[in-house]
């Protein structure tokens, strides 16, 4: 999955030029300091409890009044990561250029953008609200996943046929219209069906386009719930231990997060 900037934020910034891209800031920043995973874990604050991290806080907010700064934090790369609602930017500690992600660890070769967004948007299993959810239960369905997948989804197609024999398992579809114009009416056909698990199953394994139907979907709320949770792309998968999957996933690793 690629990270991208609202469109609303991508024109703040632009208009300001002050937005650099990955290749401009990594010549630049190529004397920063290095460390290993465990350095720059242990290196990188939030502005609570960082005084330099809330002056850069404040100073982009000065900047950028049309902007909501949500935190700011120091990176061990030598530059500060600036949270603006779902989006993550980078900046040095004056605010003189702003970075637009991904950062990428070049040692490591980590998406430290990623991982930083789906820190930000972790949550426990028993806290999603699962009845916005399509249920299907497979055997005893002990283990249990969930899932954000859009009905024009290639990968979401990919990962059903890689799941399709899989048992004992429940299996909860965030049905999240983001990839096309009728993503959302195939969400709600599906949600509205006689049997929205099976009618999910026909259209993404067997491509049975969903017949119409009409009834009060919750697509808004599962937007909403996406954006909170910093789902970027499809499909995106949570586990019962809190762990996340983003893309078509091998079984393999898939079933190691799900357990036995």
């Known amino acids: 999955m690629s990270f991208r900037f609202s469109s609303c934020l991508a024109k703040v910034l632009c208009a300001a030029g002050l937005v650099w891209s990955v290749g401009a800031w990594a010549q630049a920043a190529s004397s920063a300091p290095a ?29 950028f009044t049309d902007l909501e700064v949500t935190a700011a934090r120091r990176t061990p790369y030598g530059i500060y990561e600036v949270q603006i609602g779902s989006d993550l930017i980078y900046t040095d500690e004056k605010v003189t250029w702003v970075m637009e992600g991904p950062l990428i660890d070049a040692a490591t070769r980590r998406d430290v953008t990623r991982e930083s967004l789906e820190k930000l948007g972790s949550v426990s299993f028993d806290q999603l609200p699962l009845d916005l959810a399509v249920k299907q239960v497979r055997g005893n369905g002990t283990r249990k996943m969930a ?54 199953q026909d259209w993404m394994l067997d491509g049975k386009k969903p017949p119409t139907a009409e009834c009060d979907a919750p697509i808004q709320q599962v937007l909403a719930l996406g954006q909170k949770l910093m789902v970027r792309g499809t499909p995106a998968i949570f586990f019962q231990d809190g762990s996340r999957l983003n893309g078509a996933a091998p079984l393999e690793m898939v079933r190691s997060h799900l357990g036995k």
């Not at 460390?35 to 000065?62: L, M």
């Not at 024009?152 to 429940?170: A, F, I, S």
């Not at 965030?174 to 195939?186: E, Q």
């Open 147 to 200: 899932i954000f997948e859009d009905p024009n989804c290639g990968y979401c197609k990919q990962l059903h046929k890689t799941l399709k024999d899989e048992d004992n398992v429940t299996i909860y579809t965030f049905l999240y219209p983001i990839l096309a114009p009728d993503s959302t009416i195939k969400s709600r056909d599906v949600w509205c069906a006689k049997d929205p698990a099976k009618t999910w």
């Open 35 to 63: 460390g290993s995973a465990s350095e720059q874990s242990a290196k990188s604050d939030t502005s609570a409890s960082d005084p330099a991290a809330q002056a850069v806080a404040k100073r982009f907010g000065e900047l």
